[in-house]
């Protein structure tokens, strides 16, 4: 902001965007989640060395594959000052639906299994987000009257039924099996879907624009900005993400049922916050929500392999939530306190 | 998603004030009838409506043994709502609620198992509740951390000290004179023993909520915390008691759980919290803070269980309970905003026809302002 201000002061900035590099990489909010992560494998694969093993790595990426898309789907919710509380239904009635379209429809091709829950997903999304922007009621409220509806709906659909993987074509559950270099295929998947709302969200307009409607909604409308539209895009891709999560869900895991993806929805929204993203939005990334949602998935894997009571999993996940919830209270202390002494020296 | 929205708050008013300055006078009621027609006031009349006509057209549901089945089942929800509705009113949430109930279980079912005395067994099982609450109030209103996410780690981590203290064991074998006296009706009447103590913790929260400079001070809080603040209200201190009473209630409704179905497990009353938040938002509590009232919160759990109550005896699966629990959720927080868009509209509209130059007059004033801060 001081750049090209005054010209005397060049020497300073230049100083100060040489350290600028090591200083950034200090500041970036997925440092804490990324450093706690190395730590955890690191010490994990020295107490356990299987536990970084073939079968071993391939486990902990499949787990944590599912959690990761939807956490990606809530972070650009979470950016925009909102929050979708309704994924784990919305993943239950699509992860039902995959399983009905298989037994349907004979020999469907799997891209239409795909497209089909992704705008399944879509529509649900933007269920929420018609009713969040056009009524103007709090996302919270809104989603969680969608979570128990969605929920309804499938349990309605579904009944008793339950289908298995045995409904399914064995190329669809290969997906789960086969791997690329030790990653299974879902989990590309999941990598590719990372990469794509990462680059969408750093360097495209709207992906900006939900980051300006999450720190200052006002500001945002009197800027110009299209906030409806926006936040209406922004659940939309978290619905599609979620539905993209469904037809995953039924690949990897056996049976999909009334029940599925019950309860996920604060295990994704921990995956976030942990991950460097402000509940309040604005800032934070979706690869830091990503490596929150690995974290968190791998934390599980690692008490195991070290033999530590499994009990204490959800233990330990509730401390990790409140130390990113505390560091980063620290963080914007630390940089309003470094702006201020900026702006000072300006003037 | 508390904060925000008292952030937003004096820009929200200004707008409505500066374009249409007749309509705020006009559209605030006062006296009898903004009691009689409040968001809290329509529920209890929902609620008053669906049960005359559940007594009437539901067979076996105007009965004793109906009403005591109906009021064992929403009791924690009852109970937990109450200190709810105060913190969505000051514009916070716990969503730890539930998992703190679940500790609790957890908890009594280990120390009874131990071999301990039932009474200390009650009494350290309370205390937990109460620590857990203080636990929040310390990260909410001293730390002053996002409640809804700090609550979120909460959440997890009560649950997750519940499953380390008791595992995935069941304790079963509580005294029967207390496991009975929890399930016993006053007389012949069908209302359980327990629901004296909970009329009596709901007369508590409704007294000072409504009627103490207290309660006063926490609607104030919810509107805006600033204006709270100058008119010397202690916000952290209480913030942080209400987390306590929360902690203390939750705890309360553990036991009552745990005694009732005569079974201490990790993962007792898990999810309760939403269905806690959606029923008192359904009562009329705003989630913005600043509105709502106890009456209405309880009128919301208690219509909830009554439908439940009712689908169940017509036969009908839950199923279609938790769709309506949603849409109803949906319809009481969406109707007032649609309402609110047509009154908005129908103004406008008359208002362009009896005034033509209405903007030509608006302008004239804008410049003229203008230019006084030219000056």
Do not use: C
Not at chain 2, 33 to 51: E, N
Not at chain 2, 98 to 121: E, F, K, N, R, Y
């Amino acid at each position: 902001m001081t750049i090209g201000t005054s010209p005397p002061d060049t020497a300073a900035t230049a100083m100060r965007r040489t350290s600028g590099g090591l200083a950034s990489v200090l500041r970036l909010r997925e440092l804490p989640v990324t450093l706690a992560l190395i730590a955890l494998v690191a010490l994990t694969y020295l107490a356990n060395p299987l536990f970084l093993g073939q079968q071993g790595m391939k486990d902990l990426l499949l787990n944590a594959t599912i959690v990761i898309i939807l956490a990606v789907g809530q972070a650009m919710v979470i950016i925009t000052r909102n929050v979708d509380l309704s994924v784990g239904s919305i993943l239950g009635i699509v992860a039902f639906s995959t399983g009905t379209l298989f037994v349907a429809v004979p020999g469907i091709p799997i891209v239409l299994i795909f497209l089909a829950g992704m705008a399944l997903g879509a529509l649900l999304g933007s269920v929420n987000g018609f009713l969040v922007t056009v009524a103007k009621v709090p996302s919270l409220v809104i989603t969680l009257g969608t979570l128990y509806i969605y929920r309804g709906l499938n349990n309605a659909w579904a009944g008793g039924t339950q289908y298995f993987a045995g409904d399914r074509p064995d190329s669809f559950g290969a997906l789960s099996v086969d791997t690329i270099a030790g990653f299974p295929l879902i989990t590309l998947i999941a990598i590719v879907v990372v990469i794509i709302v990462a680059i969408f969200m750093a360097s495209t307009r709207p992906g900006r624009d939900l980051y300006a409607i999450g720190s200052d909604p006002e500001a945002a409308k009197l800027f110009g900005i299209p906030v409806i539209r926006r936040v209406l895009l922004a659940f939309l891709s978290n619905g599609v993400l979620a539905g993209l999560a469904g037809v995953l869900y039924a690949s990897r895991f056996n049976s999909v049922g009334a029940t599925t993806g019950t309860g996920l929805e604060f295990d994704i929204i921990a995956a976030a916050v942990v991950g460097g993203v402000a509940i309040f939005g604005g800032s934070g990334t979706v690869v830091g929500a990503a490596i929150g949602a690995l974290l968190l998935t791998t934390i599980t894997s690692a008490l195991a392999a070290i033999r530590v009571d499994k009990f204490w999993q959800q233990a330990i996940v509730g401390l990790l939530i409140l130390a990113a919830i505390v560091i980063d209270r620290i963080t914007r202390i630390r940089t309003a306190k470094k702006l201020r002494r900026s702006e000072a020296r300006d003037v | 998603m508390s904060n925000p929205p008292t952030e937003l708050l004096p820009t929200a008013t200004n707008k409505s004030g500066t374009r249409s300055a007749g309509a705020p006078t006009a559209r605030g009621r006062t006296g009898i009838a903004r009691i009689l027609l409040g968001r809290d006031t329509v529920i209890i009349y929902a609620l008053v409506v669906f049960i005359i006509y559940a007594a009437l057209f539901i067979p076996r549901f105007a009965s004793p043994v109906s009403t005591g089945f109906l009021l064992l089942d929403v009791i924690p929800a009852l109970l937990i709502a109450l200190p709810m509705t105060l913190i969505i009113i000051t514009g916070e949430i716990d969503l730890s609620v539930a998992s703190i109930a679940g500790l609790t279980s957890a908890l009594m079912g280990v120390l009874w198992a131990a071999g301990l005395d039932i009474g200390l067994v009650l009494i350290v099982s309370l205390l937990a509740g109460v620590l857990a609450g203080a636990f929040n109030g310390l990260l909410v209103a001293v730390l002053g951390l996002p409640s809804l996410a700090v609550t979120i780690g909460t959440l997890a981590l009560f649950r997750g000290l519940a499953l380390v203290v008791i595992g995935d064991n069941a304790v079963a074998n509580f005294p029967p004179p207390l496991t009975s006296f929890f399930t016993s009706k006053l007389g012949g009447t069908g209302i359980p023993t327990v629901m004296i103590g909970v009329v009596l913790v709901a007369i508590i929260f409704g007294v000072v909520l409504h009627l103490t400079p207290f309660g006063r001070g926490l609607f104030a809080l919810g509107y805006s915390k600033e204006a709270a603040i100058f008119v010397g209200i202690k916000v952290v201190r209480a913030k942080f008691w209400l987390y306590v009473a929360s902690g203390s209630v939750s705890a309360l409704a553990g036991i009552y759980w745990t005694l009732r179905y005569s079974s201490a497990r990790s993962d007792n009353a898990s999810g309760l919290e939403l269905t806690v938040i959606a029923a008192v938002l359904l009562g009329g509590v705003s989630i913005f803070g600043g509105k709502g009232s106890i009456p209405g919160a309880i009128a919301g759990v208690l219509l909830i269980g009554t439908i439940n109550f009712t689908l169940r005896l017509g036969r009908i699966s839950d199923v279609v309970l938790i769709i309506v629990t949603g849409t109803l959720l949906i319809a009481s927080v969406v109707a007032p905003s649609i309402i609110d868009g047509i009154t908005k509209w129908l103004h406008t509209r008359r208002h362009r026809r009896t005034l033509p130059q209405a903007s030509a007059s608006g302008a004239t004033r804008a410049t003229a302002s203008g230019v006084q801060e030219g000056k």
